[in-house]
Structure formats: C-alpha cells, structure tokens
C-alpha cells in the first residue's frame, strides 16, 4: 500500500516504561520492527523525539531559555538517533543519521537527495535535530521531512493504538476513530500532531497514521495494507 513513509516516533518510546533515558529493550524492538519492514521493500525516514532526554518547551519552567533549550532538544534527538541506528544495523539493515545543521563527524549533514538515495538502496535514513531551528517541535520537523522527501504517508507511533475521543490512558470511556478528516479533527481538537506539524501535513496533502508501535508487527501491517490504528486524511 505504501512505497515510502516517515515513521515519527517520540523520545519517550525509547525509553522504556519510565520513558526516561535510553532502554536497550525499547530500542531493540523499534530497530526490529523497522528491519523488518525495510527487508520487506518499504522505504522508512524515522524522526525521533528528544522528550526521554530533554525537552525545550518544558525546560523553560526551570529557568532554561527557550532558544538555548530547545537546541539542547535537539541534540538528545541526535542521541536518540544515533542510538537507533546502532540497533538497526544488528539487524543487518543500513541505517544512516543526518543532522538538520552541521555535526560531522557524528553524522551526516541533512540533503534530501542523499536521503533518499539512502531509503532507495534499502536502508533506513534518521533524521535528527529537528528543523534546525528554535520554536519548532519534532512533529513539525516529521511533517516537513516527510514532504520533503515525497513520503506516502506520516506515521506517528504512539503509545496507544490511534487517535480517540479522548486520552484513553485517563478515559477509560474514550473511543477510538478509525479514520477521520482534518477538518473533523481540528474542530473536535483532538492532538494528533501540534498545529503546525497539522496544517502542513493537511496543506501538503499528507495522510497521517496514528498507531501502537509497541505492538509488534503493526509497521509490517500497513505495509501489507492492513487497517491499523487511525487514518486522519484530507
């Protein structure tokens, strides 16, 4: 169903259950589930979230400055990145780390074209440090990426299995859509992604997947096309 898509997966999904610091068991099965479905032919960018390691928003309440925080959120997305594409090539897929401004020799500098020359010969390309710039969140960096590089699809892998009426890990009453519009999900303000990450992805016409990563094998199912999680679309 999908050729090519941006996975953009949260800092804290690395982090185990505390969701804090680096868990090699996290990482083991984002890698193995990612391995898979790149030997399976799909063409998968990753952008990871810092939030495990340092998050800029929330460090300005504890006396960080907003521009120096969010660099240094930046930079735990590198950590993350660089961490993930060590266990992706145990699984004996290529995995390649670029950065959105200049960190060589720890990775490669961010072009387009050589990331997709990256996800065309079978490998898996990770783009880190966001947009390169202040004020801007991962989401909005997964969005442009994802236009960038031509993807199929965005898919956000979350701890919950998609998007619902409510946060079912505080509701238990809240339901799950299997799909909606943007338009249906801007007016519910329902959080699929922060507003400027939305409306790129609702200008640029990309569909967006919300789904478990947790659960092994879902990245492989919608590959196969199988419906997983919640399609929010056009």
Known sequence: ?????????????????????????????????????????????????????????QGTGKGFDRVDGDKMGMLATVINSLALSIFI?????????????????????????????????????????GTGNPFFTTDSGAALRALEIKADALLKGTRVDGVYTADPEKDPSATRYDELSFDEAISKNLRVMDQTAFSMCRDGGMNIIVFD???PGN??????????GTLVHP
């Not at 949260?10 to 790149?38: I, Q």
């Not at 995995?95 to 898996?124: C, I, N, W």
């Not at 990245?219 to 997983?228: A, F, N, P, S, W």
């Open 213 to 215: 990563m947790n659960a």
């Open 89 to 129: 090539k145990e699984e004996g897929v290529e995995a390649k780390v670029f950065t959105s401004t200049p960190m060589e020799p720890m990775a490669e500098y961010y072009m387009r074209d050589k990331a997709v020359e990256v996800l065309e010969r079978g490998g898996v390309a990770l783009i880190a440090g």
């Open 219 to 228: 990245l492989r199912r919608i590959l196969d096309g199988e419906k997983v």
């Open 1 to 57: 169903m999908y050729k090519r898509v941006l996975l953009k997966l949260s800092g804290e999904s690395l982090g185990g259950n505390s969701g804090k610091g680096l868990d090699t068991d996290a990482l083991r099965k984002a890698a193995k589930e990612v391995a898979e479905a790149a030997k399976a032919g799909l063409q998968v960018a990753i952008v990871n979230g810092g939030g495990n390691i340092f998050r800029g928003l």
